[in-house]
């Protein structure tokens, strides 16, 4: 029998201004300064676990996530894997909620529908986007049976990987909010897959 891994997904901390309540997906944005101490608090709680290996997407938002994470101990070192990156939002990218309803007659909160659909101009299509996540989900979990993994990336990524393990649709991701600096912790083998806690702000939840 396999044994059971747990795997923590934790999302990036907050952006910088300009690029907040908008479709950044491809944009490779930096942390706000809020969101550098979001990463250290995320960090201090993260000291209390032990993980036998850390994989990242290359955005710079996840690398200066993890920074304080892995220059606090210099235990870690993380693995980078490209297709952790963020969904590429086509001709949303860049746009505000509220722009994308009046430019393209659409809620941008159902996004995630949307990219299921393909019907994001020029955007990944939830098939295109899964065909990248899932190998390096995979891989990951071949090569760590029974022992406990991080991955940092992106909240559309985290809600990817969720979909890939729950086997739902991917729409139905949006009834998890996956916010800024948490941590969404999975225990998955191949008999069954438990959420054994969901969008953990340490910055927020432990005040």
């Not at 990944?124 to 989900?137: H, I, K």
């Not at 009834?175 to 897959?193: C, D």
Request: glycine share 6%; net charge neutral.
């Amino acid at each position: 029998m396999i044994a059971a891994t747990s795997l923590f997904l934790l999302r990036h901390a907050e952006v910088e201004a300009r690029y907040q309540r908008i479709f950044g997906g491809r944009i490779d944005m930096d942390l706000s300064p809020r969101g550098h101490e979001q990463a250290a608090v995320l960090a201090s709680y993260l000291q209390s676990k032990r993980f036998d290996a850390i994989y990242a997407s290359p955005m710079k938002r996840v690398q200066q996530t993890l920074a304080p994470l892995v220059n606090g101990g210099g235990a870690y070192s993380p693995a980078i894997m490209p297709g952790l990156r963020e969904v590429d939002f086509g001709d949303w990218t860049g746009l505000g909620w509220e722009q994308v309803h009046a430019k393209f007659n659409v809620s941008a909160f159902k996004w995630l529908q949307q990219l299921e659909q393909s019907a994001i101009p020029n955007a990944e299509s939830g098939e295109t986007f899964r065909a990248r996540v899932e190998p390096c989900l995979q891989e990951i979990l071949r090569a760590h049976p029974g022992q406990s993994v991080a991955i940092a990336c992106h909240g559309g990524t985290i809600r990817m990987i969720l979909s890939i393990l729950l086997e739902l649709p991917l729409f139905k991701m949006a009834n998890f909010e996956i916010e800024y600096a948490s941590l969404t912790e999975v225990l998955h083998s191949p008999e069954k897959t438990e959420v054994q806690l969901l969008n953990f702000t340490p910055w927020r939840d432990m005040k």
